[in-house]
Structure formats: C-alpha cells, structure tokens
C-alpha cells in the first residue's frame, strides 16, 4: 500500500510544519509505514525548527527517557534566551496596539499607509516597528506559536506598504492559521494569496503555476477540516481554469482527492467526464491510483470487475490518507451507488448475487441495499426474490410525447433565424462614409 501514499509527494509542496500533522497521522496509524522509521522523519523535521521541547520528547519515544539529547538541550537554552528578548522588542508595539485611541487610527486608515504613519507619531511608532513585527511573526511560527505569529503578521500587513513582503506574510499567515485551525480565517486568507497570484504582474507564467500549485496542496487542510467547504474544492481545482491548468500539468496526484469528493457531492457529478478526460490524457504509468483507476473502470470502460477490485484498494487508500480517512465510509457508500446506476443504465435484469459480488456484500445485504437505493432514488423497478433478479423497468414514450419533446424548441430556432435574416437586410448604423 505504500506505493499509493502521497506523504512524499504532498510534502514536497508544503511548510516542514505543515509536514508534521501529516507524520503525525502515520505515527497514529501505523498501517503503512513504520512507526519508528516515522518517528525519527518526525525527530529529523523538528530539529530544523524552534519547537525544541517537541523534538526532545519525540527523541525519548525512539531512544527511552534516560537518553539525553544534549544538543537539543543546549538550544532549548538559546531559544528560550531569544524568546526573552523578543519580548522585550515586542513590548512598545503591544502598547501601542492596546491603545484605544491609536487601534481606531490603524482600522481607519488601514489602505493609507503614509496618513497612518503621520497620525501614529504621537503613540510612539517608529518605522523599525514593522521589521520587528515580521522578524517576531518568524520567530513565534517557528517554535510553533501559531497564534501569535498569525497576529503579527497581521498587524504588520496592516503597517505595510512593501506589496512582496506583504505577499509573503499573507503565506505565512496561511500557514499559521491552518496549524492553529482557524478555518475560517485561513479560508479568507487562501482567497486572498488567490488573488494576489492571479493579478501580480511581475510573476513569470512559470512562477504563478508553481504559487498555484502550493496554495493547492495547502488548501487541502482547509477543505477537508472547514465544515462548509468540501465542495469548494471542486470549484477551486476544476471550475476555475488556472488551477485546472495547474492539476493537469504539475500536480496530478490531486485528482485522488477531487475524485472522492466528485463521487460524494451529487453536485460533483457534473464534473466527473472532465476529471476522466485529464486521467485519460495522462502517459501510461504517470498516474496510478486506485481512486482514479476506478473512475475510469466504471464510467469509461464499464469494466465492472475492476472496477471493484479497484474499489476495494480504495476502502485501504483511504483509511491511510489523512484527508480522507474521514469520508472512507461516505466514499464507499456513494461509489457502489454509482456502480449501480450505470449498472442499471445498461443493464434490463439484473443478478442479485452477481451485484453482490460486484460491490462486496452478501446477497441478502445487497438486496437490502438495493430496495433502499430504489427508494431513495426512486428508480423504477423491482426486486424479483424468487428469481434473485432486479428488473428495470423500461417505458418508452408515447409517439405524442416524443413529437412534443424534439419539436419544443422548434419555435425559439424559428424566430432566432427571422431574426439573424432581419439583420442581415438591414444596413449597420456604425459605418459612415467619408466625405
């Protein structure tokens, strides 16, 4: 199963701290890597950070409590030296940002930096207030004070006229809010960097297509933990043409992600003939996922047995997927709904033993199973359990019927071609001879 895992390919488009939720995961599972070899990947991430208390721990779980790591030690010093200092630096500012008088400056003149700058002289701002505020937001995120560093940087983004350092603390502030899960913030903050890529006109193509691709793998903790978003994903990655773009080219592996979602969401179904096309455009072996496979077995080969032994890797995919652990079951669920209905689609009688065996259940299950989808679906059709058969009911239109349904825009196409013939006779306003 571990060549179905994205860790690696997701890491390579992350923070190091946006890593470590996703080892974390592993640690808790354990089903596909191995625990230690994890832990120590965990121990190597947090050593290149500030969250020194966090990697000396970890240290005791791979090496016992009796093994002292002195060098971690050592730089629980410095960093606890350097946390004292920041606080002294930091100091005017929180007194300056506490003041009722000043706070009701900086929202009213928030979009005017050099007025704001005049109009906080007499509270004791001073230009070099800025750089300690992104240098302190560095700071507090690297130890993994997340809720502090979004706050800095926030009130340097406030200060701040120098649009690429601004840019670059709104990725910081992204950052800071999905690991402190402020869902709602980091969302506005996505929509923001979204904006921001698409209109900053001194970026390459090639440089907005790799800022695309890293808010895209980013987005990932937003939409799968922000309870009114799953579906966004799908209008992020498919309807809007960058990002598409984006995943077709650069970021493939995502298309497991939009899949499951497109399968959940009926509003999904729209799109799955556009996520096939991509799969299908693909070279041979550059994509191989049991999500995707499946996909393309069901709807575009109508391959119904490996469609569900595609299925059944899936059920594994998922349960060590840190998205979507969570929706394995709804995933499940709603893919051996859609087995059915292009079953069905195709299909007049229908074998209930044999469905059973094609989504996994046992005959008696399955036949429980299929009377609720008929009902919920309100598919027409019944269940034979004598002869173990579902019979689709089959009602071909009435020739009145079919008359009305291909002559009913007849009238429009009509007036629409009177029209096109009206214009055509007529001169056009627009052109003047010169005389």
């Given amino acids: 199963?571990?060549?179905?895992?994205?860790?690696?390919?997701?890491?390579?488009?992350?923070?190091?701290?946006?890593?470590?939720?996703?080892?974390?995961?592993?640690?808790?599972?354990?089903?596909?890597f191995d625990k230690k070899d994890v832990q120590q990947s965990k121990l190597t991430l947090l050593s290149q950070t500030g969250m020194i208390d966090l990697a000396?721990?970890?240290?005791?779980?791979?090496?016992?409590?009796?093994?002292?790591?002195?060098?971690?030690?050592a730089r629980r010093e410095e960093v606890a030296a350097e946390l004292e200092g920041w606080h002294a630096k930091l100091e005017p500012i929180f007194v300056m940002f506490e003041n009722e008088e000043a706070l009701a400056k900086i929202q009213a003149l928030s979009h005017q930096p050099e007025a704001l700058y005049e109009a906080l002289q007499p509270f004791g701002y001073s230009p070099d207030m800025k750089d300690t505020l992104y240098k302190a937001a560095k700071f507090y995120f690297d130890i993994g004070q997340y809720a502090e560093a979004a706050q800095f940087l926030y009130n340097f983004r406030v200060l701040s006229n120098d649009a690429d350092l601004n840019f670059s603390a709104l990725w910081g502030k992204l950052a800071a809010e999905i690991l402190n899960s402020q869902w709602e913030s980091a969302l506005e903050d996505m929509n923001l960097l979204l904006e921001y890529i698409d209109g900053k006109n001194n970026f390459t193509p090639a440089q907005q297509l790799q800022q695309r691709a890293w808010l895209m793998h980013w987005s990932l903790f937003i939409f799968f933990n922000h309870s009114d978003t799953p579906e966004g994903l799908l209008d992020l990655f498919m309807r809007k043409e960058a990002c598409c773009n984006a995943l077709e080219t650069v970021c493939t592996h995502l298309l497991r992600y939009v899949t499951v979602v497109a399968i959940i969401h009926r509003r999904g179904r729209e799109i799955i003939r556009d996520i096939g096309r991509i799969v299908q455009k693909q070279d041979e072996g550059v994509l191989d996922d049991p999500v995707t496979n499946f996909l393309i077995s069901l709807t575009h080969k109508f391959?119904?047995?490996?469609?569900?032994?595609?299925?059944?890797?899936?059920?594994?995919?998922?349960?060590?997927?840190?998205?979507?652990?969570?929706?394995?079951?709804?995933?499940?669920?709603?893919?051996?709904?859609?087995?059915f209905e292009i079953y069905c689609q195709i299909h007049s009688t229908i074998s209930i033993p044999m469905l059973a065996e094609k989504l996994g259940m046992t005959a008696d299950k399955a036949e429980e199973w299929i009377v609720n989808l008929i009902r919920e679906a309100r598919l027409d059709a019944k269940i034979d359990s004598a002869a173990g058969h579902v019979v689709m009911s089959r009602e071909v239109?009435?020739?009145?019927?079919?008359?009305i349904e291909r002559t009913k825009g007849l009238s429009i196409r009509t007036q629409f071609m009177l029209d096109a013939l009206k214009r055509q006779g007529k001169p056009r306003g627009h052109f003047r001879r010169n005389k």
């Fill in 56 to 73: 000396i721990d970890t240290h005791h779980e791979l090496h016992g409590a009796a093994s002292e790591p002195k060098e971690l030690l």
């Fill in 397 to 403: 239109p009435s020739i009145y019927h079919q008359v």
């Fill in 1 to 32: 199963m571990a060549q179905y895992d994205l860790t690696h390919k997701l890491s390579g488009h992350l923070d190091r701290h946006l890593v470590l939720p996703l080892l974390d995961f592993h640690i808790e599972n354990g089903k596909v």
């Fill in 303 to 339: 391959n119904f047995e490996e469609a569900q032994k595609q299925l059944k890797l899936c059920e594994e995919v998922l349960d060590n997927d840190v998205f979507l652990a969570p929706l394995k079951d709804a995933f499940l669920d709603r893919a051996r709904h859609y087995i």
